[in-house]
């Protein structure tokens, strides 16, 4: 009883790939999102523990990360994460995906603490090909999230290349308001859908 107690205490602390960290996340939310109680608050939680968005909002900024104090990047995580929880949690909740959609997964892909997950989504006759990237801080830490690649589209390539954009014209605290604008924006016309 001893050995086989030891043996799961010690599977349980094994890693975690990232193809399982993927197939794990979309499962949880798909159970969030096909349940009666479907909300913002319940996916945003579940997308939390898959989703690394402090690691997304530097990757983001890119070169400028290094510039900001350590205020200014907290400030900028969270709104990020607020951003991308008004964006897509909302809209998930409204639309689901259905029970028409299926996921493919494909094959898993480490270089050291990077890692890549290729899947298809195929509704009816469709295939949709994305790409989860994934880091560890640690070559024992948990595997997470940083970005999603959807039609040869990086989330973190689009908002950089956005950022970078912003950020000439209006400087950083510019930036961080029209994105907390944005976000103001997009949660009350959420409310208003309820």
Do not use: C, H
Request: proline share 4%.
């Amino acid at each position: 009883m001893f050995v086989s107690l030891a043996l799961s205490l010690t599977l349980a602390a094994a890693p975690v790939g990232p193809l399982s960290v993927v197939k794990s996340a979309d499962g949880e939310i798909q159970k969030v999102l096909q349940g009666p109680d479907a909300s913002t608050t319940k996916l945003a939680a579940r997308a939390d523990e898959f989703v690394d968005f402090g690691e997304l909002a530097r990757r983001a900024m890119g070169p400028e990360w290094p510039k900001l104090n350590k205020k200014q990047q907290d400030d900028f995580g969270q709104t990020m994460k607020g951003l991308l929880r008004a964006s897509y949690a909302q809209k998930a909740v409204t639309e689901g995906r259905g029970g028409s959609a299926r996921v493919q997964y494909g094959e898993e892909t480490v270089e050291g603490n990077e890692a890549v997950v290729n899947t298809k989504i195929l509704v009816k006759q469709d295939t949709y090909p994305v790409v989860y990237k994934l880091y560890r801080a640690d070559p024992k830490g948990a595997w997470r999230i940083y970005d999603v690649v959807t039609d040869d589209v990086s989330l973190v390539t689009t908002y950089n290349d956005q950022f970078r954009t912003v950020m000439a014209k209006k400087g950083f605290d510019g930036l961080l308001k029209s994105l907390k604008d944005k976000q103001a924006s997009l949660e009350k016309q959420n409310e208003e859908k309820k």
